[in-house]
């Protein structure tokens, strides 16, 4: 693996340079103004001109953004294929070299430097100390790429209101039925504060009967909200529908990406926490397709407990679409949803309705 380590030096006539000249046989100083110059260190000449390869402007400008913040350390510029920069190389905050393996869930990270698992149970028995160090990390990449999960709860509206408000056999829970999403999500900066969120994921809509007595059913031409037998001690009673999904939402970001960085590093393992900073909020729009559907339904007869668990489509809409709205502060993302089409197919929602429509909000995490 090549390293690369660049090196700009701003000194404020505290030392007189050397012009055009080199001051060793390894070092070059290019003085570039009164204030500021540049030292390049290689081993010979035959190295100096492998420098030739590298975008050096890039490098210069990835340093400048990433030096907005005072409490940075280091800065290492890595090619691990000895390619141009603009290909290949990460961007490594704080001390030490990239991990070999990185395990990232939402804003957390597990970094392990290790070329064999044995290495950490050698590690494990050694008195070895913990460090920890938090800076602030300016965003850098034009995109960047993280996981999240949306996690909420869900209804249905008729029209202007809530089905329960005319106690409608269909009315929903309202703690219980919940959302869930698994997201892959790209931020990509557009100018200035504005970002654009866009991404895929699979969602979950669970939707859970007011009245446990209710039987999901699919009739003839409707979907059908039965009343469950007297016999019958009602549990539970819901309709699941999963979707797979793309979302674009355009963001503002006051805080343009910055996010501040917790490392708790012992020997080879380093633990990291990211968190947003500043306010943020915006909105956009989402499209599912439908990947199935299914109805759980839970009694208890003669002290026996029971579970009827039934796939189907239910006349369940076999797309989605509708408009998303998300709003963070530092390290809290609330997130609203509401779709536009109705959740069942024309015409075949429960007898009498108006058509519902499937409104769901939550925290991102």
Do not use: C
């Not at 990232?104 to 698992?117: C, H, R, S, Y």
């Not at 800076?135 to 209804?155: K, M, P, Q, V």
């Not at 006051?254 to 020997?267: D, H, I, Q, S, T």
């Amino acid at each position: 693996m090549k390293k690369l380590i660049f090196v700009m030096t701003a000194l404020l006539l505290i030392i007189h340079p050397e012009k055009g000249k080199a001051s060793t046989s390894d070092t070059v100083v290019i003085e570039l103004n009164n204030r500021s110059k540049i030292v390049v260190y290689t081993e010979d000449r035959v190295a100096l001109k492998d420098l030739e390869q590298y975008d050096l402007n890039k490098m210069i400008k990835d340093l400048n953004s990433a030096l907005r913040s005072s409490k940075i350390e280091k800065i290492e510029l890595q090619d691990d294929n000895g390619k141009k920069y603009l290909k290949d190389t990460t961007i490594i905050f704080g001390e030490g070299s990239s991990a070999k393996t990185k395990i990232k869930i939402g804003n957390m990270e597990l970094l392990v430097d290790a070329d064999e698992w044995e290495d950490l149970d050698d590690e494990w028995d050694d008195d070895l100390p913990v460090r920890k160090y938090h800076y602030e990390e300016e965003s850098i990449d034009r995109t960047r790429h993280y996981f999240n999960i949306d996690f909420g709860l869900n209804n249905w509206m008729e029209g202007n209101s809530f089905p329960d408000e005319n106690n409608e056999p269909y009315a929903v829970k309202p703690w219980g039925s919940w959302y869930f999403g698994l997201n892959s999500v790209n931020r990509t900066w557009i100018s200035g504060p504005l970002f654009l969120d866009w991404g895929m994921g699979v969602s979950w809509y669970n939707w859970k009967m007011q009245e446990a007595a209710t039987i999901i059913e699919k009739g003839d031409t409707n979907i059908e909200f039965n009343a469950a037998p007297a016999s019958y001690s009602s549990i539970k009673s819901k309709l699941t529908a999963p979707y797979l999904n793309v979302t674009m939402v355009p963001m503002l970001d006051f805080a343009k990406g910055r996010r501040k960085v917790k490392n708790l590093e012992r020997g080879s393992i380093s633990f990291r926490t990211y968190k947003k900073q500043g306010i943020r909020f915006g909105a956009g729009g989402y499209a599912g397709y439908r990947l199935g559907g299914s109805t759980k339904y839970v009694y208890t007869e003669n002290n026996k407990k029971e579970k009827n668990k039934n796939s189907g489509n239910y006349y369940l809409s076999n797309f989605r679409y509708g408009i998303r709205a998300q709003v963070g502060y530092k390290g809290l993302d609330l997130f609203a949803m509401y779709d536009l089409n109705e959740v069942f197919a024309s015409g075949r929602g429960p007898a009498g309705s108006q058509g519902m429509n499937a409104i769901t909000f939550g925290i991102t995490l």
